[in-house]
């Protein structure tokens, strides 16, 4: 007889598949594979429509698992799309199980949003109904349906009608409720006797007060036939025992868990997919964002705090918002205590938390002379009208060392089980994160490519952590440390998720498409980094230079390689406080922009994957370049001066001489890259990272006068192979295009269309189906894409398939045609936001400039990029199909024209609305915000060291009471249809 009792599921789907095509079984428990395709059980088939899998189980618990479909003789994987399909198997003996599920077809955006931790969450029913236990009486079977209804109204319920041998009850006064606790899935197990199958039933949504209202499915009933009988099932046939060890029916009966007894399945599961409207409802919401940093409480240090999101939530819930959307908060002290690193998206780890948002009387008990310390600084930094990062960070550090210390003469340590489950949970990411920042306390900074070569070296690393983490080990006290503070963070902001989830409102984090060169990941999990590359983005409204994140690009292959176990475990990891995600940049997903470790800029870069072109290529459309005409910088004296002015002589002497081939003059050899400029002129002007961010903004801006020269080219010259070129991103700009003859002109110009806008679009959608199932897989958060910038044609259907929400900004239409974009032509499946933290919010746009970045008002208003933007309000102001205004446009926006463009947004058709809170406080008058728009700012892009500090001005505290606004952001939800309000 078996040791440990079990049961044995038999799984089973319709599935039409194609000649040489299996279908196979992947979960989340180990007989399931979990969740490695490698280990995916198959299933048999008959006819290759009905495939099925008897398998044993352990009795008792829960599980997720989903389909996928494998070719003979090739490497792809078809997933089934949509979300995972999840199972109790609530056996307390070894019974035997029908599995009959549906194969998930590719739901709408409402039917997939539904069944994430979002909408469970948002959606979730004040009052629920509970399933009734499972009790099976004598040779009775219990039939568990199951069904998905995305949308319900509070007081709607579910009921199943239909018919079984002599039993009718198809009138929705006679229906079988539902359990609605795990909503939107709604169950009902029914005892049958199995001379009463088969079952004709349809589900309806009853309206109690109003019948009129109900909504019947109306298509044929679906039917539920009588379990398999065992006794015909052949001897040989294939069952897998524990383990997943394959074995025959046989087999398995003489090994014991297959009973004699048992014929038949007296516990069937039936799971029926989504119910089947009529008409599909449009569930809609709207949301808030702010970065954790930016909000204010009376009890904070500095800085926002985990602690402060329940307070922020009971505002949100308050005003009708079910959405609280956060920038990244994960690690970002690259360069120890300094203000460069408040930049949110250059983490030293992908899944430690940020110590600068614990709260500090959390991390009780406090030492006494901490307790006055903490409100002293309170006192100190809250009274700053913005963030003091490294002040607030330098503060807090030492405190927690000073609580660490107290807590570990306490012994506090080593008897918490709480902490030791953190530690067994966090095993794949904690140890090297925290032996890094030791390590870097100890070598002077985080550039482990500096650090003595035995701490380098990446066959080395594994031991290293491992040794480090023992606790003989000399470095051990200060590796504990980091593992006790992210213990904390992790608790804190798992509880401020609960309070929120208590309230009904969701949390959206934001997930960084890079990390820091000089990071715990690049060090530990080498292999899914490609070390020496970087990664940006094209031009754009944002940066005319291109962006160059400097952060290194992902080895794909490597991470694919290993089933994605980095990526799962970053999502899992954020999972347990998460409810819904942000992917900064997910055109990344399909190609990243790659740069060459000699670049500054963002503009000498290429798709990667990407094609490039051949000499052979040009040479036959008679573009014969022998002397890098194409490829060389084409610079003349009037180029310079409309960078310099004034210095062209100087910049001239310094960095030029006399051109060997066309153009008036080329870079020094000791300035051939943007690399060996910069640091020149580091050196010369004293930069360092102890600058001021005023400084490093001019020098900044001194920079990209030089990149206009850089990348005065018509084609970039592969690294790797000579004959190989890519092309400059808007070629027709350049001079050295400007200058060139009518037939190369008009070869290259179509050179670059082609490779920017029509070659890869295959590439890119397969490059994108190696990742998104696994995406999608590794979470029930609901995943939105920040989809803006540079968009092959691969990109909206694709996201559209894993059911992607797309980012919509009016100010950023997708069409490079048009200026602005009207929310109502927005998409169902997108979310849509006046402004972005990369954006002015709106009445800092509406001024276009901030004036104290000039010398007078004069010289602002006679720049061309002034000239330029004021131009697009106008167009705003004056346009029907906007303001539609006939007075002349006023310098700051009023608040009235201000709520219609929030108003455009709210009753727009996307699933989402979700609001900086900037943009909602101006829907009035009042002090809650900063007097100044350009203070409110969260971040330039264009600067690359922009110093992110924005708080808001008034505490939350304050806001909640003021019942103004609240009452007119609840109005504007609740007559736009987003309430949801349960």
Same mark, same amino acid.
């Given at each position: 007889?078996?040791?440990?009792?079990?049961?044995?599921?038999?799984?089973?789907?319709?599935?039409?598949?194609?000649?040489?095509?299996?279908?196979?079984?992947?979960?989340?428990?180990?007989?399931?594979?979990?969740? =490695?395709?490698?280990?995916?059980?198959?299933?048999?088939?008959?006819?290759?429509?009905?495939?099925?899998?008897?398998?044993?189980?352990?009795?008792?618990?829960?599980?997720?698992?989903?389909?996928?479909?494998?070719?003979?003789?090739?490497?792809?994987?078809?997933?089934?799309?949509?979300?995972?399909?999840?199972?109790?198997?609530?056996?307390?003996?070894?019974?035997?199980?029908?599995?009959?599920?549906?194969?998930?077809?590719?739901?709408?955006?409402?039917?997939?949003?539904?069944?994430?931790?979002?909408?469970?969450?948002?959606?979730?029913?004040?009052?629920? &109904?509970?399933?009734?236990?499972?009790?099976?009486?004598?040779?009775?079977?219990?039939?568990?349906?199951?069904?998905?209804?995305?949308?319900?109204?509070?007081?709607?319920?579910?009921?199943?009608?239909?018919?079984?041998?002599? &039993?009718?009850?198809?009138?929705?006064?006679?229906?079988?409720?539902?359990?609605?606790?795990?909503?939107?899935?709604?169950?009902?197990?029914?005892?049958?006797?199995?001379?009463?199958? /088969?079952?004709?039933?349809?589900?309806?949504?009853?309206?109690?007060?109003?019948?009129?209202?109900?909504?019947?499915?109306?298509?044929?009933?679906?039917?539920?036939?009588?379990?398999?009988?065992?006794?015909?099932?052949?001897?040989?046939?294939?069952?897998?025992?524990?383990?997943?060890?394959?074995?025959?029916?046989?087999?398995?009966?003489?090994?014991?868990?297959?009973?004699?007894?048992?014929?038949?399945?007296?516990?069937?599961?039936?799971?029926?997919?989504?119910?089947?409207?009529?008409?599909?409802?449009?569930?809609?919401?709207?949301?808030?964002?702010?970065?954790?940093?930016?909000?204010?409480?009376?009890?904070?240090?500095?800085?926002?705090?985990?602690?402060?999101?329940?307070?922020?939530?009971?505002?949100?819930?308050?005003?009708?918002?079910?959405?609280?959307?956060?920038?990244?908060?994960?690690?970002?002290?690259?360069?120890?205590?300094?203000?460069?690193?408040?930049?949110?998206?250059?983490?030293?780890?992908?899944?430690?938390?940020?110590?600068?948002?614990?709260?500090?009387?959390?991390?009780?008990?406090?030492?006494?002379?901490?307790?006055?310390?903490?409100?002293?600084?309170?006192?100190?930094?809250?009274?700053?009208?913005?963030?003091?990062?490294?002040?607030?960070?330098?503060?807090?550090?030492?405190?927690?060392?000073?609580?660490?210390?107290?807590?570990?003469?306490?012994?506090?340590?080593?008897?918490?089980?709480?902490?030791?489950?953190?530690?067994?949970?966090?095993?794949?990411?904690?140890?090297?994160?925290?032996?890094?920042?030791?390590?870097?306390?100890?070598?002077?900074?985080?550039?482990?490519?500096?650090?003595?070569?035995?701490?380098?070296?990446?066959?080395?690393?594994?031991?290293?952590?491992?040794?480090?983490?023992?606790?003989?080990?000399?470095?051990?006290?200060?590796?504990?440390?980091?593992?006790?503070?992210?213990?904390?963070?992790?608790?804190?902001?798992?509880?401020?998720?609960?309070?929120?989830?208590?309230?009904?409102?969701?949390?959206?984090?934001?997930?960084?498409?890079?990390?820091?060169?000089?990071?715990?990941?690049?060090?530990?999990?080498?292999?899914?980094?490609?070390?020496?590359?970087?990664?940006?983005?094209? /031009?754009?409204?944002?940066?005319?230079?291109?962006?160059?994140?400097?952060?290194?690009?992902?080895?794909?292959?490597?991470?694919?390689?290993?089933?994605?176990?980095?990526?799962?475990?970053?999502?899992?990891?954020?999972?347990?406080?998460?409810?819904?995600?942000?992917?900064?940049?997910?055109?990344?997903?399909?190609?990243?922009?790659?740069?060459?470790?000699?670049?500054?800029?963002?503009?000498?870069?290429?798709?990667?994957?990407?094609?490039?072109?051949?000499?052979?290529?040009?040479?036959?459309?008679?573009?014969?370049?022998?002397?890098?005409?194409?490829?060389?910088?084409?610079?003349?004296?009037?180029?310079?001066?409309?960078?310099?002015?004034?210095?062209?002589?100087?910049?001239?002497?310094?960095?030029?001489?006399?051109?060997?081939?066309?153009?008036?003059?080329?870079?020094?050899?000791?300035?051939?890259?943007?690399?060996?400029?910069?640091?020149?002129?580091?050196?010369?002007?004293?930069?360092?990272?102890?600058?001021?961010?005023?400084?490093?903004?001019?020098?900044?801006?001194?920079?990209?006068?030089?990149?206009?020269?850089?990348?005065?080219?018509?084609?970039?010259? =592969?690294?790797?192979?000579? =004959?190989?070129?890519?092309?400059?991103?808007?070629?027709?700009?350049?001079?050295?295009?400007?200058?060139?003859?009518?037939?190369?002109?008009?070869?290259?110009?179509?050179?670059?269309?082609?490779?920017?806008?029509?070659?890869?679009?295959?590439?890119?959608?397969?490059?994108?189906?190696?990742?998104?199932?696994?995406?999608?897989?590794?979470?029930?958060?609901?995943?939105?894409?920040?989809?803006?910038?540079?968009?092959?044609?691969?990109?909206?259907?694709?996201?559209?398939?894993?059911?992607?929400?797309?980012?919509?900004?009016?100010?950023?239409?997708?069409? /490079?045609?048009?200026?602005?974009?009207?929310?109502?032509?927005?998409?169902?499946?997108?979310?849509?936001?006046?402004?972005?933290?990369?954006?002015?919010?709106?009445?800092?746009?509406?001024?276009?400039?901030?004036?104290?970045?000039?010398?007078?008002?004069?010289?602002?208003?006679?720049?061309?990029?002034?000239?330029?933007?004021?131009?697009?309000?106008?167009?705003?102001?004056?346009?029907?199909?906007?303001?539609?205004?006939?007075?002349?446009?006023?310098?700051?926006?009023?608040?009235?024209?201000?709520?219609?463009?929030?108003?455009?947004?709210?009753?727009?058709?996307?699933?989402?609305?979700?609001?900086?809170?900037?943009?909602?406080?101006?829907?009035?008058?009042?002090?809650?915000?900063?007097?100044?728009?350009?203070?409110?700012?969260?971040?330039?892009? =264009?600067?690359?060291?922009?110093?992110? &500090?924005?708080?808001?001005?008034?505490?939350?505290?304050?806001?909640? &009471?003021?019942?103004?606004?609240?009452?007119?952001?609840?109005?504007?939800?609740?007559?736009?249809?987003?309430?949801?309000?349960?």
């Amino acid at each position: 007889m078996m040791q440990q009792p079990v049961s044995v599921a038999v799984f089973s789907v319709h599935y039409s598949t194609q000649w040489k095509e299996s279908v196979f079984l992947c979960g989340s428990i180990p007989e399931l594979g979990a969740w =490695d395709v490698s280990r995916a059980v198959p299933l048999a088939t008959h006819g290759g429509v009905f495939w099925s899998l008897d398998i044993a189980l352990p009795l008792n618990q829960s599980f997720e698992y989903k389909y996928l479909v494998r070719k003979e003789g090739e490497s792809w994987i078809n997933w089934e799309p949509g979300m995972n399909h999840h199972c109790h198997l609530a056996c307390t003996r070894g019974e035997l199980v029908e599995i009959r599920d549906s194969w998930n077809v590719a739901l709408d955006f409402t039917g997939e949003a539904a069944q994430s931790a979002a909408l469970r969450l948002i959606m979730a029913r004040a009052n629920p &109904r509970p399933l009734t236990p499972l009790n099976v009486r004598g040779n009775h079977i219990v039939a568990q349906l199951e069904v998905c209804v995305p949308f319900l109204n509070p007081n709607e319920q579910v009921g199943v009608i239909g018919e079984s041998g002599n &039993r009718r009850f198809w009138v929705p006064s006679a229906a079988l409720m539902t359990s609605d606790a795990d909503a939107p899935i709604h169950k009902i197990r029914i005892e049958l006797d199995p001379a009463e199958l /088969p079952l004709r039933y349809k589900y309806v949504i009853i309206h109690p007060s109003e019948p009129s209202l109900n909504v019947t499915e109306p298509d044929a009933p679906r039917v539920l036939h009588a379990p398999v009988d065992w006794d015909e099932v052949p001897a040989e046939a294939t069952v897998y025992g524990p383990g997943a060890q394959p074995m025959t029916h046989a087999q398995a009966r003489q090994a014991g868990f297959l009973q004699p007894n048992i014929k038949t399945a007296q516990f069937v599961v039936r799971h029926d997919g989504s119910f089947k409207y009529p008409n599909p409802p449009h569930w809609r919401a709207a949301g808030m964002a702010i970065p954790v940093f930016s909000i204010r409480t009376e009890k904070s240090v500095g800085v926002g705090e985990f602690a402060d999101l329940p307070l922020m939530a009971e505002f949100c819930h308050r005003a009708g918002l079910r959405m609280l959307q956060l920038l990244p908060i994960t690690d970002t002290m690259v360069n120890g205590v300094h203000w460069t690193d408040s930049y949110p998206y250059s983490s030293v780890s992908n899944f430690a938390l940020h110590p600068i948002y614990t709260c500090l009387e959390k991390c009780a008990p406090l030492p006494a002379e901490v307790v006055p310390l903490i409100a002293q600084t309170r006192g100190r930094l809250n009274g700053l009208p913005q963030v003091d990062y490294p002040q607030t960070l330098e503060a807090k550090m030492n405190m927690l060392q000073q609580i660490y210390r107290h807590h570990h003469t306490l012994g506090l340590l080593n008897h918490d089980p709480e902490f030791e489950r953190f530690l067994a949970d966090s095993q794949y990411w904690l140890p090297s994160y925290a032996c890094f920042k030791v390590l870097a306390d100890q070598n002077g900074g985080t550039n482990w490519t500096r650090w003595p070569r035995e701490l380098q070296e990446e066959a080395a690393v594994p031991e290293l952590v491992r040794a480090m983490c023992q606790p003989a080990h000399p470095s051990y006290p200060e590796v504990r440390f980091y593992m006790w503070l992210q213990f904390h963070l992790d608790k804190q902001l798992r509880e401020a998720s609960a309070e929120c989830a208590a309230l009904r409102v969701a949390l959206k984090g934001d997930v960084p498409i890079g990390v820091d060169p000089n990071s715990a990941d690049t060090w530990y999990f080498r292999k899914y980094f490609n070390i020496g590359t970087q990664s940006g983005a094209p /031009p754009d409204a944002f940066s005319m230079h291109g962006q160059n994140w400097a952060f290194p690009t992902y080895n794909w292959d490597a991470i694919v390689a290993d089933k994605f176990v980095w990526w799962a475990t970053r999502l899992h990891v954020m999972g347990r406080s998460f409810h819904a995600y942000r992917i900064d940049h997910i055109l990344g997903f399909f190609r990243i922009w790659e740069i060459p470790p000699s670049a500054r800029s963002g503009m000498h870069a290429r798709f990667n994957p990407g094609q490039g072109i051949h000499r052979s290529w040009l040479e036959a459309h008679g573009i014969v370049d022998r002397h890098g005409r194409l490829t060389a910088p084409y610079i003349t004296r009037w180029l310079i001066e409309t960078q310099f002015g004034e210095e062209t002589d100087a910049i001239i002497a310094q960095f030029m001489e006399r051109s060997r081939g066309d153009g008036e003059f080329q870079f020094k050899a000791e300035f051939a890259t943007e690399d060996k400029i910069a640091a020149f002129e580091e050196a010369r002007l004293h930069i360092t990272l102890d600058s001021t961010p005023a400084q490093l903004k001019e020098f900044d801006v001194r920079l990209k006068k030089f990149w206009v020269l850089t990348n005065s080219v018509c084609l970039y010259q =592969d690294e790797h192979n000579p =004959d190989v070129f890519y092309p400059r991103f808007g070629i027709t700009n350049s001079l050295s295009w400007q200058t060139l003859g009518p037939d190369w002109k008009a070869h290259l110009e179509r050179f670059s269309i082609d490779y920017f806008y029509r070659w890869h679009d295959e590439t890119w959608r397969f490059s994108a189906h190696k990742k998104f199932p696994h995406l999608r897989a590794a979470s029930r958060m609901l995943v939105c894409g920040e989809d803006l910038g540079l968009l092959a044609p691969c990109v909206s259907p694709i996201m559209s398939q894993y059911k992607l929400l797309g980012l919509r900004v009016q100010r950023m239409p997708a069409d /490079p045609k048009v200026t602005f974009i009207h929310p109502n032509n927005y998409e169902y499946g997108t979310v849509a936001t006046t402004s972005t933290h990369d954006m002015p919010p709106l009445r800092a746009w509406w001024r276009v400039m901030d004036q104290r970045n000039f010398r007078s008002q004069e010289e602002m208003y006679n720049s061309e990029a002034y000239r330029k933007e004021i131009a697009k309000i106008d167009q705003f102001w004056y346009d029907p199909a906007f303001l539609g205004n006939h007075n002349p446009r006023p310098r700051d926006l009023p608040p009235s024209e201000l709520e219609r463009i929030v108003d455009m947004h709210m009753f727009c058709p996307a699933m989402l609305a979700i609001f900086p809170l900037q943009d909602l406080l101006a829907l009035l008058p009042s002090g809650l915000y900063h007097p100044e728009p350009f203070d409110e700012l969260i971040n330039n892009p =264009d600067n690359r060291k922009h110093y992110w &500090r924005y708080r808001m001005r008034c505490t939350v505290e304050e806001l909640l &009471r003021d019942a103004d606004i609240i009452d007119r952001i609840r109005g504007k939800v609740a007559s736009s249809g987003r309430l949801s309000d349960h």
